[in-house]
C-alpha cells in the first residue's frame, strides 16, 4: 500500500468525495494541483480509456501513484448522451448550468427520462504499470424536469433516486456516498487496494 496518492482532477467535488472515501485508509491524497499538473487530454470514447489517460498523465508527471476517475450521465432516451462528454456537454466554458439546461432542453417533453450515473476509477503505481486497479461503479435514476436541491455538482440537481425520492443533491453526503455510482466504484477500489496492499 502507498502512503501517498494524486488525484487525476481538478473538480472540487470529486476531490472532496474521494477524499471522504479514502481517508480510514490512511492514504495522502492530494490534487494535481498541487504537483502544477495540467489536465490530460481526454480524447476517448469510453470512460475506461479516459481514466487511464488522465491516471497515466498525473502519475508520469509526479512520479506517485495516482488515481483518476471518468464519469458522466447516460440517458437512455438520448442514446447514452452525454456520456463522457457529461462536463463539456454545453461547450466551453464548463458549467453545470449551462449542462443541466441542455440536458432539460434535449430532453424536451420526452415521457422516458431513465438514466444512469456511470464511473470508472482507475489506480496506476506509476506511468507505466501494466496492472491498473480498475473499479466501475453504476447509479440508476431517472432526470426531473427541474433541478431539486443545493448539494452535490455536476447534475445532481436533475438526477432523482426513486428509492429514495430524492435527487442526488438533496442527499447527505454520506448516504450519496454510499449510493452513488462513484461512491460504488471506491468501495470496490478499496477491496482491491486492501487484497493488493
Not at 435514476?141 to 448539494?151: A, H, T, V
Request: proline fraction near 7%; include cysteine; charge should be negative.
Amino acid at each position: 500500500m502507498f502512503e501517498k496518492l494524486v488525484i487525476a482532477s481538478n473538480n472540487p467535488g470529486k476531490l472532496r468525495e474521494i477524499g471522504q472515501i479514502l481517508a480510514p485508509l490512511g492514504i495522502e491524497v492530494m490534487p494535481q494541483s498541487a504537483f502544477g499538473v495540467t489536465e490530460a487530454d481526454e480524447p476517448h470514447g469510453t470512460f475506461v480509456e479516459n481514466a487511464l489517460a488522465k491516471a497515466r498523465h498525473a502519475a508520469g508527471m509526479t512520479g506517485l501513484p495516482a488515481l483518476a476517475d471518468d464519469s458522466g450521465i447516460c440517458v437512455e432516451a438520448l442514446g447514452g448522451a452525454p456520456g463522457v462528454q457529461s462536463a463539456r456537454y454545453a461547450g466551453e466554458p464548463r458549467s453545470d448550468e449551462r449542462n443541466n439546461a441542455k440536458l432539460l432542453e434535449m430532453l424536451g417533453e420526452r415521457r422516458d427520462r431513465e438514466a444512469h450515473y456511470y464511473c470508472v476509477i482507475v489506480v496506476m503505481h506509476h506511468a507505466q504499470d501494466p496492472q491498473p486497479l480498475i473499479a466501475q461503479g453504476l447509479w440508476r435514476g431517472e432526470i426531473l424536469r427541474m433541478p431539486r436541491g443545493s448539494g452535490g455538482f455536476g447534475y445532481d440537481p436533475l438526477f432523482l433516486d426513486p428509492e429514495f425520492g430524492q435527487t442526488a443533491a438533496e442527499l447527505a453526503p454520506a448516504r450519496k456516498n454510499l449510493m452513488s455510482h462513484r461512491g460504488k466504484a471506491l468501495a470496490l477500489l478499496v477491496d482491491a487496494l486492501k487484497q493488493r496492499g
